[in-house]
């Protein structure tokens, strides 16, 4: 029914029907445009993925190049310390006959 209760008349036919097919390429562009976005979100998900894994990797090596250095610390600070009370102790033989 056409405005006031009339019949629809052939034009307005024909003028919803082209925006009917306005519409449809509208929603068919909608379409491929949240495609696109839907695979740009897996791709950086993905993305995200790859680099907390990474992550999560040098997390656990440079905790163990910490834990290396701290041993090694401590292995040269017990050399240092041998060696100077080598050094001390060698000291006061020599000057004690």
């Known amino acids: 029914m056409g405005k ?8 307005e ?8 097919g306005e519409m449809e390429k509208v929603v ?3 379409k491929k445009e949240m495609l696109q976005l839907w695979r740009r979100t897996q791709v950086a998900e993905e993305a995200e993925e790859r680099l907390c894994s ?3 990797e040098l997390e656990a090596e440079s905790l163990d190049e910490a ?4 041993s090694r610390i401590i292995f ?3 050399e240092l310390s041998r060696v100077s009370s080598s050094s001390s102790s060698s000291s006061s033989d020599l000057a004690s006959p």
């Open 4 to 11: 006031g209760g009339n019949l629809v008349t052939a034009s």
């Open 67 to 70: 834990r290396d250095y701290h």
């Open 76 to 78: 040269l600070v017990n």
């Open 54 to 56: 990474q992550l999560a």
């Open 28 to 30: 068919e562009q909608m």
């Open 13 to 20: 036919v024909e003028e919803l029907r082209r925006k009917n």
